[in-house]
Each structure stands twice: as structure tokens, then as C-alpha cells.
């Protein structure tokens, strides 16, 4: 069945609420609006107010909210409409969530769920179109995942639905039209994801610049490894690839200091450096506030040139 | 006073031999001049001196091997400080990681080779392309035009299988290993070496192998040959040292009595065996005598050797790396003369006895 990456979230929904009455939807808009993706549409109809919950406009407060009821056993998916707007909610997730583990010596753990969507190229300015995956990912005691095809839109949920660990999981409404076959197939969270085969460069991403990324590999001849996972990183194929092809490019929607492009090409040189027959290259953001104006958005993220470009450089 | 040191000559010196000094004492030197010729693994260097002054003493012999660093001579005059000529502060040649690890195995100097990649790079396909090239001496090649007879390096590699294959066809292996504490004789050797001059230095080497000698005298059931159905114990502890050639394959010739032996004594009776191994002077008797091999691969960075004895012999004893201040020590026995348990207890006996280095 091909359906578009909308659909296989919501999809995912359904299925985590069918499967496990324990789980509850919760956020800004999610109920009576059906969400401001549309992800939720029609799910308050179905699954009544108990389980469709409108919150208040405050993420510090449902989002703390969700990993107490995680705490109380339940099993709450907390959306936070952008990750621009989960700032609000760093103390609940980093200090909370991700550190009860520890801190009760293993005793308590929150295993709530945060789907947030991000990403910039729908020109909603600067404040609407950060791309933070690698704040999170920086965090342990989090589970990080990118959503990057519909199978993962789809199953990506419900895998994190049975992690003991707090999962967030990012989408990316620059791919909620992208459409394709829909598995069904259980998806893990643990491991990168080798997307297209090559030999010539191996081109490492994630989320959406998935799509741009594959494009650009067909004309260089490159392999693509969508890393799926941003915390902990599965570095086993992207090493394997780079074995081969001897020549690497990440590709990251995040500004190039401090990003996971910077993680992931350490961890190149310190594992695989006498195998690289050329130096390590990145494609990211600009490091300016994303621009409203359409063609200004454009030259400031990652475009599949610039990823044809960064890999020819690394011939001579 | 000027101290003339040995310099790197290569990435991957760390000693050379004097084969020659060009100048006396009280010969003027000017700086530039080539005062010594010096024997690398790969060339005889001409070694240059970088500061203006008068040569007032010669401390290396020619025919002696040195540790790069090593103060050669000394020089009285001109202050000025040493200076180190523009030309060597150029930046060397780009080459990618790959391409130098390439270039190493293959013997090709990545100096020379053209370069194709980014900003004129060299990579693994310019070096192997260079080293097809006619006339460019490949490494095989080069390195049998070393040994005196090519077919020496086949007699070698035919030993090795005879008797390799005869081991595993023959011997029910036991194989145990053990991590060691090693920071105890890190910091003893340590200690020992820094009152030494640089050639009377002590290799960790040296305290293992005297430990195993030492720990078997509890064992000797590891210790001896098994011969025709029956094991007989050897009456001393002559350990076959695992010597890689340059031109591939080992011998494990003994060091006898090695218990016997002090460090200093073992230290000089070791690099005499692998200078010798390698010159190809063995004697004979070092060659049928061993009791015990001892083979050590920490240098490659190995963790864990999983050793093949050596027939007749019924014990083998492997180093890894030290790392973490750890090291994994091996053994692979032969079943037939002992059992598991005691070759668990040698390996605990060898983990003691090098927590106590000083007694060594």
C-alpha cells in the first residue's frame, strides 16, 4: 500500500493506540483540531477525550505532565508541535526523563514518548525552522530517532512505545507529502540504515536530507547511510561503507558547530582513519538564522548540488 | 658545547648504525656538512650537521647501532643554537591516511608519487599505480634482493609449515590466557631505565621472559619435549624466542638457562640472538635447544596471542599489547603433559612473579 509520510504516522497511532490501551495522545492541538500537521485527525472522534487530550499552551507543563504519567505506568505519546517550541520543555526531558534512570539507581525509569516535528524549507522563518536533533542527541539517557521514510514515520512510534528509555522521536513536515509502499514491518531502534548502494563516496545523513541525499548520490555514484538513530549512534555501517568507498560526506540540516555531522566525522577519525583516502567533508546549514525569503531558505540549507559539489571536491 | 644526536631519518627509524665518521676531532664543521654516514633498515644516510663549530669528541664507534636521539658527538665553538634548514620545515607531501598506509605496505616512498587527488593529494590508487610502474622497485622484489639467497626465504616458510602442520595434526592444544597488572613493572622498569645509559636499557621484554622462567620452575611439566608416546622434562628452562625475519617468516632460537641469567644478562643475550637471527649466524645448539617458546606480539598491538607450540616442545607462552596497563599473557600447552588446571596455575604463578619486578 503506498501512502504519504502523513499518513504513516498517523497510521502509527492507530496502531500504538489499538495495540496498548495504556497509551494516550497528548499536546497542543492534537484533539479537537486534529492536529497542526493533520497527523491526528480523526483520532478524538475515535478514541474519545481520555485518550485525545487538547493541552494548555504550555510545553513545560504537558510535557512534564507526560513523563509523570509515564512514571504512573501509563504509556503517553507527548507531541510538541515543533522542536523550536520543546525549549519550554528542556528541564522535563534532559534533567527529568533522561536522568531517573540514574537517579533512582535504576529503580524508576520514564518510558514516555516525544514526537516532535523540525526542520526548516517551508519558509516559516527563523524561530520556526530550527533543526535541533543534535541538542537532544547530545543528552544520555535519551533515545534519539530521525524519521526519514515511511516506514519509520510508521513504526518508529511503535518501537518506542516499548523502549523503557524516553524517546524522541523527530519528524520532518518537509517529507509529509513523500510518499511510498508501506511495509508493515517492525522497524528497531537501534541501528543506521544502509539506503542506497555505491561505490565512488559514502554519504552520511539523516531525516530530511534523506531525500536530497539520495538524489545527489545518483549523480556520484555515492552510498548512502541514513543514521536513523542520533543517540546511541550506530556507527557499523557508515564504517563499512567508508572501508569501501574511502571518501565520506555528512549531510545535516543542523549548523555545522557542534552538530552531529561534527560527532559523526570525529568518530570517521578516530576509527577509520587510515582508511580515508581523502579528507572528511560536511554539508550543512549556514550558520545564520534561516531566512524568510523562499530563495534565501534555499542557498541556506543543504540542497543536493551543494552534497554533488562537497563529494567531487573530494577528487582531484 | 654542541651535542650532535642522532636524527630521524624516516618516520619509522628508531636507531641506525654508524657505518662511518667523516670527520676528527678537532676538525672545523660547517653547518650543512655531512659529518657521518649512517645505516638505516632501508639506506646508508649521509647525516649532516645543522650549527658551525669544532668537532672535540666522537662518542659513537662506527659498527655501533644507536637509538635515534643518542648524543654522538660533541662540538665545542660556535652557540649559536642548533637551527634546523628551511627546507625541513616545508610541509611534507600531501597523501591521505590511506594512501600512506599503502605506500607503507608497499614500500613505495609517497614523496615521489604524483599525486591526483584534492589539492594534489596522493592516494591509495597513485600509490599503487606507482608502484606497478617498471622500474620502481616493488616490495617483494626489493626486499628478496636483500637476503643473500632468494630460496632461503622458501627453506624458511617449508620449516615453518612441517612443522606448524605437524604440531596441529599431533598435539591436542589447551590454549588459557590471563590480563596482567603490568603497572607495577611499568614503573620499575621505568625507574631502572632512567638510571641507565640509553644502550644498557631493559625491555618489558626481557622481565617477561625471565618471569616465564622463573614461574616454570614450579611447572615443569610445561617445560620439556614429548617424544615418541613419553613426556621427559627438560632439566633447565632454555626459552625459544619468537624472532620475525625481514624477509617474512621466524625462527625461536634459546636463550639458555634463562633463570639463571640476570636482566642485564638476558637483555644482551637477546639482542645478540635477534641481531644474529636476523644476520642468519645461528648456532646450532640455539637452534634444537629450546624447552619453551616465548613469543611476543605486543608491538603490533595485538591483544591476544593464541599460540601453536613447537614441536617437540609442549608449551608456548604469548604477550599481547599492554593496554589500560594490562596485559594478556597466553599459553597454548600440550594436553598429553599436562592439564588445564595447571597451566592456570603457572599463568597465576607468571602474574605474580611480575608484580614483583625488582626480584626478577
Known amino acids: 500500500m ?16 489499538d495495540r496498548d490501551e495504556r497509551v494516550f495522545l497528548m499536546g497542543e492541538d492534537v484533539g479537537k483540531y486534529g492536529g497542526t500537521y493533520a497527523v491526528s485527525k480523526g483520532m478524538l472522534e475515535k478514541y474519545g477525550p481520555e485518550r485525545v487530550r487538547d493541552t494548555p499552551l504550555s510545553e513545560l507543563a504537558f510535557v512534564g505532565a507526560g513523563v509523570g504519567a509515564a512514571l504512573g505506568g501509563m504509556r503517553p505519546i507527548v507531541e510538541v508541535m515543533t522542536v523550536n517550541f520543546s525549549l519550554l520543555a528542556l ?20 518510558p514516555v514518548v516525544i514526537r516532535t516535528s523540525t526542520g526548516a524549507g517551508r519558509q516559516l522563518a527563523a524561530q520556526h525552522s530550527n533543526t535541533l536533533e543534535a541538542w537532544y542527541a547530545h543528552v544520555p539517557g535519551l533515545k534519539v530517532v530521525a524519521a526519514a521514510t515511511i516506514d519509520d514515520a510508521h513504526g518508529m512510534l511503535l518501537a518506542a512505545l516499548e523502549d523503557p528509555n524516553p524517546v524522541v522521536i523527530f519528524e520532518y513536515p518537509a517529507l509529509f507529502e513523500t510518499k511510498a509502499e508501506l511495509s508493515g514491518k517492525t522497524v528497531d531502534l537501534s541501528s543506521a540504515a544502509l539506503r542506497r548502494q555505491g561505490s565512488k563516496v559514502t554519504l552520511v545523513t539523516y531525516g530530511a536530507c534523506l531525500p536530497k541525499t539520495l538524489k545527489a548520490a545518483e549523480e556520484v555514484d555515492g552510498e548512502v547511510i541514513d543514521l536513523r538513530v ?7 555501517p557508515v564504517m563499512e561503507s567508508i572501508r569501501r568507498t574511502r571518501r565520506c560526506v555528512v549531510v545535516d540540516e543542523g549548523w555545522k558547530s557542534g552538530s552531529l555531522a561534527a560527532e559523526v566525522m570525529a568518530r570517521i577519525a578516530e576509527d577509520a582513519f587510515y582508511d580515508l583516502d581523502a579528507p572528511l567533508a560536511r554539508v550543512c546549514r549556514e550558520e545564520v538564522p534561516i531566512p524568510y525569503p523562499k530563495h534565501l531558505e534555499e542557498a541556506a540549507l543543504p540542497q543536493p548540488e551543494k552534497i554533488v559539489a562537497a563529494a567531487k571536491g573530494l577528487f582531484g | 658545547m654542541i651535542e650532535f ?10 636507531e641506525g648504525k654508524l657505518l662511518e665518521w667523516k670527520v676528527k676531532p678537532g676538525d672545523q664543521v660547517k653547518r650543512g656538512q655531512v659529518i657521518a654516514v649512517v645505516d638505516t633498515s632501508k639506506a646508508a644516510v649521509e647525516v649532516e ?15 655501533e647501532t644507536i637509538a635515534v636521539g643518542t648524543v654522538m658527538a660533541r662540538l665545542d665553538g660556535a652557540a649559536k643554537p642548533e637551527e634546523r634548514p628551511k627546507e625541513q620545515l616545508v610541509m ?3 597523501a591521505s591516511p590511506a594512501a600512506r598506509k599503502r605506500a607503507r605496505e608497499l614500500d613505495v616512498d609517497v614523496e615521489k608519487v604524483a599525486g591526483t587527488g584534492p589539492h594534489g593529494a596522493v592516494t591509495v590508487e597513485d600509490v599503487e599505480k606507482a608502484a606497478r610502474l617498471p622500474g620502481k622497485p616493488e616490495a617483494v622484489p626489493e626486499k628478496l634482493e636483500k637476503i643473500e639467497k632468494p630460496e632461503k626465504a622458501l627453506e624458511i616458510r617449508k620449516a615453518i609449515a612441517a612443522a606448524m602442520s605437524r604440531s596441529k595434526r599431533e598435539i591436542p592444544h589447551y590454549y588459557l590466557s590471563q590480563a596482567i597488572p603490568m603497572q607495577r613493572a611499568a614503573e620499575w622498569l621505568g625507574a631502572e631505565n632512567a638510571k641507565r645509559p640509553i644502550t644498557g636499557r631493559l625491555l618489558m621484554g626481557v622481565l617477561q621472559l625471565k618471569a616465564v622462567a622463573l614461574a616454570l620452575g614450579d611447572f615443569p611439566d610445561l617445560n620439556g619435549f614429548y617424544r615418541d608416546g613419553t613426556y621427559q622434562r627438560a632439566p633447565a628452562v632454555h626459552a625459544g624466542v619468537a624472532i620475525s625475519l625481514r624477509q617474512g617468516g621466524l625462527v625461536a632460537p634459546a636463550i639458555h638457562d634463562v633463570a639463571e641469567l640476570s636482566l642485564d644478562e638476558l637483555m644482551k643475550a637477546l639482542a645478540d640472538l635477534v641481531r644474529r637471527a636476523r644476520a642468519g649466524s645461528l648456532r646450532s645448539s640455539e637452534m ?11 608491538d603490533t598491538g595485538v591483544d591476544t596471542v593464541f599460540p601453536i607450540i613447537y614441536p617437540p616442545q609442549v608449551a608456548i607462552v604469548g604477550f599481547g599489547a599492554v593496554k589500560e596497563g594490562r596485559l594478556v599473557v597466553s599459553l597454548g600447552a600440550d594436553h598429553r603433559a599436562s592439564d588445564g588446571r595447571r597451566g592456570a596455575l603457572f599463568l597465576a604463578e607468571l602474574a605474580r612473579r611480575l608484580q614483583e619486578p625488582e626480584k626478577l
Do not use: C
Not at chain 1, 502523513?6 to 500504538?16: H, K, T, V
Not at chain 2, 634444537?288 to 605486543?298: C, R
Open chain 2, 92 to 94: 611534507r607531501k600531501p
Open chain 1, 91 to 110: 528541564d522535563p526531558i534532559v534533567n527529568t526523563a533522561a536522568m531517573l534512570h540514574h537517579m533512582s539507581g535504576g529503580q524508576v525509569s520514564a
Open chain 1, 2 to 17: 503506498t501512502i504519504t509520510y502523513r499518513e504513516a504516522l498517523r497510521q502509527g497511532l492507530y496502531d500504538a493506540f
Open chain 2, 288 to 298: 634444537s635447544d629450546p624447552t619453551i617458546t616465548v613469543t611476543n606480539l605486543g
Open chain 2, 49 to 63: 650537521i645543522w650549527s658551525d663549530g669544532v668537532v672535540s669528541e666522537l662518542l659513537t664507534k662506527p659498527g
Open chain 2, 5 to 14: 644526536k642522532l636524527p630521524s631519518l624516516g618516520a619509522d627509524m628508531d
Open chain 1, 230 to 236: 542520533l543517540r546511541p549512534l550506530d556507527m557499523v
